[in-house]
């Protein structure tokens, strides 16, 4: 009789690199991925948020020689800067199993007064700083016949938010690249996907949602009632990065707690007063 097989969420011995892995979502997922395991490289720009989160994830007890947490000062949008994280994780941990672009900024302003510069920023951070990254990881890949990358799409890639056309059209294009590599890369090993949270409040994104009507009128459209969590985007790269996701490529896993899938019914905002029963 064969052994049922079992599914596994375990990443002990892989190494992650996550990119903006200092701050929201970025290092709620790095913390996901050291409870299962893993040993984690975080990559952002400013050296002392970078130093600060690496103190605040470092199991208590541990020296820096053995921490299963690092950091690492890393600008996606320079050529060099993405190949020089890849490399570090390697020199430290023996190997780069999982990659993460978390990196990302917002920018909230009407279409009619973007900058083509601006369009052009976010779209560098977003979608070439993720190719970046991409690239630099995939050559360690490759020539070890496996790999993961995750990238960070959006609720926005789905569906409209006015005023964040410049971060739309940037992270839609993140889902044509996720697409892109996990049809090219396959054969090579390497496993890409994407997940696209819904709203979730963050340093980027709190001013815009949290207290104001967009967001009374995100919580009336989300089934759930409420914005989400970092740790709830965590647990869907846990997934992605693990044996139970082995067969899973080319994807973009939707964390929005059942937005793109509201149409018109019972309002489930936390400030909705009751109906009047409906005459028959």
Request: proline share 4%; hydrophobic share 40%; glycine share 10%.
């Amino acid at each position: 009789m064969a052994t049922p097989q079992t599914v596994s969420f375990d990443l002990t011995g892989q190494v992650a690199l996550v990119t903006g892995g200092a701050t929201g979502i970025g290092r709620a997922i790095a913390a996901g991925f050291l409870e299962h395991g893993a040993r984690v490289l975080i990559g952002s720009r400013r050296k002392d948020v970078v130093e600060d989160t690496v103190r605040h994830l470092k199991p208590a007890g541990t020296s820096d020689d053995d921490s299963p947490v690092s950091g690492v000062v890393l600008d996606v949008t320079e050529d060099n800067s993405p190949e020089r994280a890849c490399r570090r994780a390697v020199d430290l941990y023996g190997s780069l199993d999982i990659l993460v672009n978390a990196a990302g900024v917002g920018l909230s302003k009407p279409t009619f007064d973007l900058t083509p510069q601006e369009m052009n920023d976010l779209h560098d951070i977003h979608v070439t700083g993720a190719f970046r990254c991409a690239q630099a990881a995939g050559h360690i890949y490759r020539e070890q016949h496996r790999g993961c990358i995750i990238n960070i799409a959006s609720i926005s890639s789905y569906t409209d938010l006015v005023g964040v056309t410049a971060y739309a059209a940037a992270k839609t294009a993140v889902i044509g690249l996720t697409r892109s590599l996990a049809n090219e890369w396959a054969e090579y090993g390497i496993r890409t996907n994407a997940i696209a949270p819904g709203f979730v409040p963050t340093d980027l994104n709190r001013h815009l949602i949290e207290g104001t009507d967009r967001g009374r009128r995100i919580l009336e459209r989300t089934p759930m009632g409420r914005f989400g969590e970092s740790k709830e985007i965590a647990g869907a790269a846990v997934y992605l990065a693990s044996p139970a996701a082995s067969f899973v490529n080319g994807h973009t896993i939707v964390v929005d707690g059942g937005f793109l899938a509201s149409g018109v019914g019972e309002t489930v905002a936390p400030w909705a007063a009751e109906a009047e029963p409906a005459a028959l």
